[in-house]
């Protein structure tokens, strides 16, 4: 019995120090998993205190850029384009003429009405569309005002740098700066009821005017020698292509091809070994400034290289003098990255000959009749001409 006692003893105690040994063991993992729910807790807590950190780091800084955007919002009227030549609002002028009230307006404006409204009478017809109109307001300043560096050109009443860059300046003096062409165009294309704004960056200005229901730039300075509608209407991405503007989201997006002279009107070209005898065969003979455009598809640098090349060679054939029906002819050809399908080749063809004919220059014999009837009609006589012995 003792000796059971004992063993009893024994194992009892044995399975007493596992009973707490085990205890022991499940508190402590109670004690783990405590500290990893209060650990979860504080990571969790410090996570979404720098979350907040963060969320409010950003609204900060989105707050900063937008108060600086705002204090460098886009400005249309009162840049100055290199530093010298600002752009001036004409809107009182615009709505004076709408309103046909000039009583507000100075005497330098009164003038400038007077100019403008005289360009409309001659360049616009009735009925015609706004695109229409646009267009015959383009042809008039391509054909009636030049290009100028600025500070030859003198006007009453304004100094040299406002005489190529204000509406005032540039109908009275016939001269402008990219700055004088943009104003303009926009002046007269808000007489008649159409928007217009100003795009520009530190050194050239150019116009965006709204076509039906969508927007196009349009830059007569740089078409002005031409007049071939190579920088007329285009979209951004066209723009895009030399020209470099930041007007932060402030001006409408232009994305549409419907009134681009240039794209409507370009032929579509795959084969370019046909491009000179389209030119041949509209020019020879004619004595007229023209311009043809041909859509060569996806730009490739070879094929955009061979065009140029046949403009150099036709123009060496000119220059020649080997028939007279093709002398006195210059082209200039340009490319217009449409979008990554669509290549245009604009050939500009000017004839220092223009509107003579296709009988070459004229006679010494023509030319004599010519200013005899001028002098019997001016002096009422009816002189023969010749010497008499």
Known sequence: METNEREFEKTGGKKSKSVVVLAICVACLLVVNIGLVVFQVITATAAQKADKKV?????????????????????????????????????????AYKSNDDSQLNEQEVETLKLASDVIKEAVKDNMSDYEKEVAVYDW???????????????????TTEAVSTPYGVLTGKQAVCVGYATTFRLLMNMLGI????????????????????????????DSSTGNYANFNMSDSMARN???????????????????????????????????QTVYSATYGVRENAAFYFNIGAFDATKSQRVSIMAEIMNQVFESGMDDNLSGKYIDCSL???????????????????????????SYDEIYQEMLELINKTFKIDFAGGYSG
């Open 242 to 276: 030399g020209h470099e503007w930041n007007d932060k989201g402030a001006l409408p997006v232009a994305d549409s091809y419907e009134y681009c002279y240039a794209y409507q009107n370009a032929v579509e070209t795959k084969d370019i070994s046909t491009i000179p």
């Open 195 to 222: 928007d217009c704004h100003i795009v520009h960056n530190d050194y050239h200005s150019w116009d965006l005017v709204q076509i039906g229901e969508h927007w196009y730039h349009v830059d007569i300075y740089s």
């Open 336 to 362: 217009i990255n449409v979008d990554e399908n669509t290549t245009i080749v604009c050939y500009s063809l000017t004839d220092s000959r223009a509107g003579e004919g296709g009988e070459g220059e004229m």
């Open 141 to 159: 300043m391509c054909k009636n005002i030049s290009t100028s560096e600025g500070g030859s050109i003198s006007v009453p009443g304004v100094n």
């Open 55 to 95: 969320s409010q780091f950003i609204d900060d800084e989105r707050e900063r850029q937008a108060k600086e955007l705002e204090g460098e919002a886009y400005q249309e009227d009162g840049f100055s384009v290199g530093g010298q030549y600002e752009i001036k609002s004409t809107t009182a002028i615009s709505d």
